[in-house]
Every structure is written in structure tokens, then in C-alpha cells.
T-cell receptor, first 109, second 117 residues
Framework: GQNIDQPTEMTATEGAIVQINCTYQTSGFNGLFWYQQHAGEAPTFLSY??LDGLEEKGRFSSFLSRSKGYSYLLLKELQMKDSASYLCAVMDSNYQLIWGAGTKLIIKP | GAVVSQHPSRVICKSGTSVKIECRSL??????MFWYRQFPKQSLMLMAT?????????EQGVEKDKFLINHASLTLSTLTVTSAHPEDSSFYIC?????????????FGNGTRLTVT
């Protein structure tokens, strides 16, 4: 079956760095997405990786290793507004998105 | 670009009534839209794929007669929850893929919080 694993919850301190991991097993691979979802709101797109390596976008970076079925989202200089759930999603060979359950990130002052 | 608008954002209805949720792509044409449901503290669950000009494709376990989907134009898809019951109370979110290809990211509407009393 297809499976996406990410931690349920993480806690970090304002100003610090946090890494949210995602491992996946899917039938085919056409890219991995990270989305941010604040409570009661719809997800917003953060990043897309289809090739191995690190993609940097401001305070957020996303890494992919296809051979390991592994990705991480790195958040630097954490701000209180970064408190949200972070969803990892993989697009399989049929271009269907397989969603992880999300990681709730709690930022403490 | 690639803005998706969803309406209403919040609706409360009585058990047994029907509710229609609209999803519009504002600045692009979406031949395919996706309808998701999300229960508290759970991930997104794909309900159905809405295809312009043809019947929607429903995921296993989703009742097509209860969740009616109409995609009459390239910019509008509607989801009607018929004979709603309290267990249908959930957060419903539509999305559309930006017109850059099949690997392009999904853009989501703001969601509709449905409460059935």
C-alpha cells in the first residue's frame, strides 16, 4: 500500500530551527509537496521537490532523497506565526496526491 | 495567480436539509477540481475528483448520491451535501491544480465549515 509518515507533533522555540521529516512509500513518484495549514484554514503551498537535493525559499527549505523515500522541511528563525500543521504529500505515478497526516508544530516563546 | 475561491466559508444547517458549496477558479481554467473533507486533527481525505463536462470520480466509501458534484464550467465546481446529518459536519475544501501541468501544486479554496444540527 501507499504510506506517508511524519511526526504527529513537534515543539520548538521562537528564533530556533526545526526540521520536520517525512518518509514515504508510494507506487511511483512524481514529486513531493509541503503545505502549511493553520487551524481552521485551508492548506497553502510551501514547496515542491521532484529532484534530489535542497530547495531553499526564504526561511523555509525542503530536501528530497528519492532513493531513501525521504524528505524534510526545514524552518529557520522560527516565528510564532509558524505555529501550524505541516502536511507532506507525494504525487504517485497516476498523478494522485497521497497525503500524510500532518505534523502539528508548536512554537514557544 | 492560481486563486481558488470557495463559498460559503461557514454554514449551519438542520438535519435533513441540503447544502451547496461552490468552488471557483478565479484566474485560470480548471478542467479538474478536487473535493476534500477534513475532520478535526486528521489529514485531508479526498472525496472525489470533479471533471468538467463529465461525471465526478468518487473515492471508495464516498456516497455519490449523497455528495453531488457538478462541474458545469471550467471555472466552477459545486458540491451539494444532500439530506445532511450531524455526522456530515466537517471541513470541506476544494482545490484545483494550477495550469502548469499534472505535477503542478494544488491550490486550495479557503474551505467550508459545515455544521449540521
Amino acid at each position: 500500500g501507499q504510506n506517508i509518515d511524519q511526526p504527529t507533533e513537534m515543539t520548538a522555540t521562537e528564533g530556533a530551527i526545526v526540521q520536520i521529516n517525512c518518509t514515504y512509500q508510494t507506487s511511483g513518484f512524481n514529486g513531493l509537496f509541503w503545505y502549511q495549514q493553520h487551524a481552521g484554514e485551508a492548506p497553502t503551498f510551501l514547496s515542491y521537490n521532484v529532484l534530489d537535493g535542497l530547495e531553499e525559499k526564504g526561511r523555509f527549505s525542503s530536501f528530497l532523497s528519492r532513493s531513501k523515500g525521504y524528505s524534510y522541511l526545514l524552518l529557520k528563525e522560527l516565528q510564532m506565526k509558524d505555529s501550524a500543521s505541516y502536511l507532506c504529500a507525494v504525487m504517485d505515478s497516476n498523478y494522485q496526491l497521497i497525503w500524510g497526516a500532518g505534523t502539528k508544530l508548536i512554537i514557544k516563546p | 495567480g492560481a486563486v481558488v475561491s470557495q463559498h460559503p466559508s461557514r454554514v449551519i444547517c438542520k438535519s435533513g436539509t441540503s447544502v451547496k458549496i461552490e468552488c471557483r477558479s478565479l484566474d485560470f481554467q480548471a478542467t479538474t477540481m478536487f473535493w476534500y473533507r477534513q475532520f478535526p486533527k486528521q489529514s485531508l481525505m479526498l472525496m472525489a475528483t470533479s471533471n468538467e463536462g463529465s461525471k465526478a470520480t468518487y473515492e471508495q466509501g464516498v456516497e455519490k448520491d449523497k455528495f453531488l458534484i457538478n462541474h458545469a464550467s471550467l471555472t466552477l465546481s459545486t458540491l451539494t451535501v444532500t439530506s445532511a446529518h450531524p455526522e456530515d459536519s466537517s471541513f470541506y475544501i476544494c482545490s484545483a491544480r494550477s495550469p502548469l501541468g499534472e505535477s503542478s501544486p494544488l491550490h486550495f479554496g479557503n474551505g467550508t465549515r459545515l455544521t449540521v444540527t
